[in-house]
């Protein structure tokens, strides 16, 4: 048997356990409202805010029971953010022109912003202290509005010539906005509310439809799919234009690779997504199903999921070789999607057939991994080992039975039923070398 030797402690080496890769699955279907349009999951993971825009209602999940309660909102409820530290959730009413403050406490909503007669908000995003929120309103009053949320008033506006879709930088400093019908991103300062637009002047001045930034925050990824099939690489440095990259038809959606090293471009029009590298250029392309509309990585990188909104589908890519391991059917009509923290849960929203799919990710499980015993200590990330817990732990698959050691905490994807999260164990702690036994 191996050892490491930590501090003054010598741990000895287990080999690891065979690894084998689970399939995804559905693991509930939740009746949510009429025309679910868009999802937020909380930072803890454990519920999520739906914005039903044909039903003027928000529902609130509890994932892991698979429950929701409806919050009534105002007409059109169309995008929703949840706070950073998860307290509550703020939803903008397109057909109001107001935005609803819900408490994720008491599930209630506790308070309504008039944006004004005629307003149409579009999106809307916290900054990274929680303390302010920015609102697109780019229908008719073509400005972006700052709430203060301690007084939940507007204190601030940016003018935008029609806002639509807003992205906050990584390091939380800087908005995007995309513009409706004008050729260029609009960029402003969270502090100082202090713009400029970023031109988009080639292909006859079309527009960007949605946004991503890489995670260093050096580059802007503009989808250009108004009729083009274009994607603008932005320098957020310079806050010029730097090249346009050629992709698939009608291209809706994008995201960023957790390494900054691949994006994903959804091309609605040919069923497929585009790989475009760093720099922007175009390595690969994937098919998927009819009509790809949403995409999202895991936090680790590992998979990439794009709902299928005509072929009623879920496309799981492994982006270690950019290709599809599975497909999984799902409602009607697909769009929304939300990955959670832990990367092992995620919510699809079925917009015809007014549910939302709680679907297990796929996961390299541990084969002969901790027992029940084990496993029925597994605790959120938030969440401390407590008093309790046995003695004696046995792991059978090792022969080894750990007493008296000591709480620790060691994250893994095998605790909690082989999909993911804390677990409080009498210390066997897995690093990449394999299990540590303290003695």
């Keep these: 048997m191996l050892a490491i030797v930590v501090g003054a402690v010598t741990l000895p080496v287990v080999a690891a356990p065979a690894r084998a890769a689970s399939a995804p699955s559905v693991a509930a279907t939740v009746t949510v409202g009429t025309s679910p349009n868009a999802v937020a999951i909380s930072p803890d993971g454990t519920k999520a805010v739906v914005a039903n825009y044909g039903s003027a209602s928000v529902s609130i999940i509890d994932i892991a029971a698979a429950t929701s309660s409806t919050v009534s909102v105002d007409a059109n409820p ?56 920015f609102v697109s309103e780019g229908a008719f009053n073509n400005v972006i ?24 930088s990584p390091n939380g400093q800087t908005a995007y906005a ?13 502090s100082t509310l202090a713009a400029g637009t970023i031109a988009l002047s080639d292909y006859f001045g079309t527009s960007a439809t949605s946004l991503a930034v890489s995670p260093d925050g050096a580059t802007i990824y503009a989808v250009r799919g108004a009729g083009y099939a274009l994607v603008s690489i932005l320098n957020a440095v310079t806050l010029t234009r730097t090249s346009t990259t050629v992709v698939g038809t009608n291209p809706s959606d994008i995201a960023v690779s957790p390494d900054g090293s691949k994006v994903y471009v959804t091309n ?25 509309n949403q995409v999202a990585f895991t936090p680790d990188g590992a998979y990439a999921l794009v709902t299928n909104s005509t072929s009623n589908t879920v496309s799981f890519i492994v982006t270690a070789t950019d290709t599809v391991e599975a497909t999984l059917t799902v409602g009607a009509n697909p769009r929304g999607l939300a990955v959670n923290p832990l990367g ?4 699809v929203l079925n917009y015809s057939a007014g549910t939302v799919s709680i679907i297990n990710m ?17 605790i959120g990330q938030g969440g ?14 090792f022969g080894e039975s750990v007493r008296n050691s000591g709480w620790g905490s060691s994250w893994a994807r095998w605790p909690n039923g082989g999909r993911g999260g804390y677990v409080c164990t009498r210390q066997p702690i897995y690093a990449t070398s394999g299990w540590l036994i303290a003695p």
């Design 178 to 190: 995309t513009a409706s019908v004008s050729p260029h991103v609009t960029y402003f300062s969270t």
């Design 268 to 292: 609605s029009g040919s069923g497929n997504v585009s790989v475009l590298n760093a720099a922007g250029a175009v390595t690969g392309t994937i098919t998927v199903g009819s009509g790809p």
């Design 362 to 378: 796929p996961v390299n499980e541990i084969v002969g991994g901790p027992t029940a015993a084990l496993q029925q200590y597994g």
């Design 145 to 168: 509005a700052q709430i203060t949320l301690s007084s939940f008033t507007v204190t601030g506006t940016v003018s935008a010539s029609i806002p639509a879709g807003l992205v906050l």
């Design 78 to 133: 169309n995008t929703v953010a949840i706070s950073p530290d998860g307290a509550e959730a703020l939803v903008t009413n397109y057909g109001s022109g107001t935005v609803s403050r819900i408490s994720l406490t008491n599930n209630t909503v506790v308070a309504t912003l008039s944006l004004g007669a005629g307003t149409r908000p579009g999106s809307v995003i916290y900054s990274l202290d929680g303390t302010t929120a």
């Design 344 to 347: 092992t849960k995620a919510l």
């Design 384 to 397: 401390t080992c407590g008093a309790g817990a046995p003695d004696s732990v046995l792991l059978p698959a």
